[in-house]
């Protein structure tokens, strides 16, 4: 099949649905397009769909995103939220990767729940001590219902796309913020429904979680007490956050944050007490993340340097767009792993 050297990356998410174009020329990757529309727009909802609506709905919204942003790419990656895939990782001894395959799907069986006819598998191999040639190795496994593939397969035929690839977000945000300096990082990416926790080493994934918190929580908490419309909540959390002058919403707001910097605390100090090194960074995504206040609070409960990198560093783009970027840069971490990932199997 031919593959031109653009590609769409689109993040099918429980707030909204977010569309990223990126091509690559020369020696560098360049922003084209991208745009976004609310779920909230989205018609005819679908309680058996994991995704919340009917294909079509979903299909006819990208349409319209890819309109509106002028996205005449076809080629497509999607990615597939945390909560459609089963993840593990397990140990295994040095092997040829022609070995691989088979030492997996041979493990994978006793850590996924459904049977593996009924899944696909992806993952990633670091060894454990990178210095040692014959080192064990570490697999970083997840696991895609077959059922979620046929979704996603649907979604792309219908929205006139072509389907490149499919990958599990984690490792998306692992492209976007992992580096070559062999850093250790926690991503802390805040999503609508659910949340998850990962490590990196470097460019690699070392371990992932999901977990029961969602920026839904918080937006919540913010309406009971202000009695505001909902529309204008994540307006008000990213101009005034945890500086809101109402005292109670503070105090509810960060009681539900308290929660999260355990969740965060007990990841990192389980993993520094298997390793015996330190995470060096906490890295905040998810649109979440910009709320004022909230990188200054996990600095100072955590007592680690806390940041919100920005999703399209290493990209090329306008400067005119510089203060648009870093604002909607947290929300389009996920997209942004896809389309790179779409360009980095065009290199190979």
Not at 40 to 66: M, Q, T, Y
Not at 213 to 223: A, D, G, L, P, R
Not at 306 to 324: D, R, W
Not at 325 to 344: K, N, Y
């Amino acid at each position: 099949m031919f593959f031109s050297k653009k590609i769409i990356g689109i993040d099918i998410g429980v707030g909204s649905i977010k569309i990223v174009e990126i091509s690559h020329s020369g020696n560098k990757n360049n922003l084209l397009n991208y745009g976004e529309l609310k779920t909230e727009f989205i018609k005819n909802p679908s309680k058996g769909s994991f995704l919340k609506f009917s294909n079509d709905s979903i299909a006819e919204a990208i349409r319209v995103i890819l309109i509106e942003s002028k996205i005449r790419t076809k080629e497509v990656i999607f990615s597939i939220p945390d909560f459609s895939t089963f993840f593990t990782s397990f140990e295994i001894p040095y092997m040829t990767q022609k070995e691989i395959p088979g030492a997996i799907n041979y493990n994978a069986s006793q850590f996924i729940t459904l049977p593996i006819s009924e899944v696909a598998l992806d993952w990633q191999i670091m060894k454990k001590n990178p210095e040692d040639k014959n080192s064990s190795m570490i697999v970083l496994l997840i696991a895609i219902p077959n059922k979620v593939i046929q979704d996603y397969q649907i979604i792309a035929r219908l929205s006139g796309l072509e389907l490149y690839a499919l990958e599990a977000e984690v490792f998306g945000l692992t492209r976007v913020f992992g580096k070559d300096d062999q850093k250790i990082r926690c991503i802390l990416d805040i999503g609508v429904e659910s949340s998850t926790i990962s490590i990196t080493e470097g460019k690699y994934l070392r371990k992932s979680y999901s977990f029961d918190f969602s920026s839904s929580k918080i937006n919540n908490e913010i309406e009971s007490v202000l009695k505001i419309d909902k529309n204008k909540i994540e307006d008000l959390k990213i101009k005034e956050g945890l500086m809101m002058q109402d005292k109670n919403v503070v105090s509810g707001v960060l009681s539900l944050i308290d929660n999260l910097v355990s969740e965060v605390k007990v990841v990192v100090d389980n993993f520094e007490k298997e390793e015996k090194r330190p995470i060096q960074e906490i890295c905040l995504t998810g649109g979440t993340a910009n709320m004022i206040g909230l990188k200054d609070y996990f600095k100072k409960q955590i007592n680690k340097e806390v940041s919100v990198p920005n999703c399209f560093s290493g990209i090329s783009y306008p400067s005119s767009l510089e203060s648009s970027i870093l604002e909607l840069s947290p929300r389009f971490s996920v997209a942004v792993g896809a389309s790179l990932f779409g360009l980095q199997k065009f290199e190979i």
